[in-house]
């Protein structure tokens, strides 16, 4: 049947022009922004597990910045700590000096001197050893704990707040020499305390490097599988954008044509 009220043929055109408007224009949205995946609407479910890899991500960031912060604290404490080891080899250097019987008495005023002067030192080294308002080097001080993993886990690192106490344990000096012979033990004592903060801070040094590496690990793992997930392939897509832009041209075409159609009936009248 011919009708003019009804032009099934144009009906028909415009329907199938509609779908063909409609993918192009998702074929164009991946293009653009490179996701197959954009929205809710394109595919729920994969959206919602896209989303809580984002927070992942997220997180894995704070953990990052977090453990950049316990690398700095301790960082701070092993420069302190190494520098109070070499400060403390010379004053082991100058306690034996001291210590000579053979020192005249003006001899011995200078290398008390000069041991005092190192005490002091050594005090500035503990009290500036400090990051970010954290001194683990000091006497009192507490250890400091920071977030490790995604999942709120904790790691703690232990003070050093042991190698406040050698100044003190030092402090009787070297103004004679029997007194400069009995401090040799408590800096040999002091060497072993000092030994055991190093280690003890390089340890801790050496767990943070491995939980950032791990975490930039699985950080990379989640951004591959968020990647599978919702990335666009953009050589399919371009293909397909251009597949669609020619049958879009071909639904223009067919729409011209179905609409012309009604034309023809005016023949019948002679027209």
Excluded: H
């Amino acid at each position: 049947m011919t009708s003019v009220n009804t032009n099934v043929g144009a009906m028909v055109a415009l329907r199938n022009l509609t779908l063909t408007n409609g993918a192009l224009d998702q074929t164009q949205d991946r293009v653009s922004t490179g996701y197959k995946v954009i929205g809710p609407k394109d595919d729920a479910s994969n959206f919602s597990i896209a989303q809580g890899l984002r927070g992942d991500l997220k997180a894995f960031d704070a953990v990052q910045q977090s453990l950049s912060s316990g690398r700095g604290v301790v960082a701070t404490a092993i420069a302190g700590a190494t520098s109070i080891s070499d400060l403390v080899a010379d004053i082991k250097k100058k306690i034996i000096e001291a210590s000579n019987p053979a020192n005249t008495a003006s001899q011995q005023s200078i290398l008390s001197a000069d041991f005092n002067s190192m005490i002091t030192q050594l005090n500035t080294f503990v009290s500036n050893a400090v990051y970010n308002g954290r001194n683990l080097i000091s006497s009192g001080s507490g250890s400091v704990s920071i977030t490790s993993t995604i999942t709120g886990g904790q790691l703690t690192i232990n003070n050093a707040s042991g190698l406040g106490g050698v100044s003190t344990a030092l402090s009787s000096g070297v103004a004679s020499t029997a007194g400069a012979l009995a401090l040799l033990t408590a800096v040999q004592a002091q060497e072993l305390i000092i030994g055991q903060a190093l280690g003890s801070l390089g340890a801790a040094a050496k767990n943070i490097e491995f939980l950032s590496t791990f975490s930039k690990t699985l950080s990379d793992a989640v951004t591959e599988g968020l990647g599978a997930l919702v990335d666009a392939d953009l050589a399919k897509e371009s293909a397909k954008l251009q597949a669609l832009q020619v049958k879009q041209q071909l639904g223009v075409q067919a729409l011209s044509i179905a609409n012309q159609r009604p034309q023809a009936i005016l023949s019948l009248f002679g027209s």
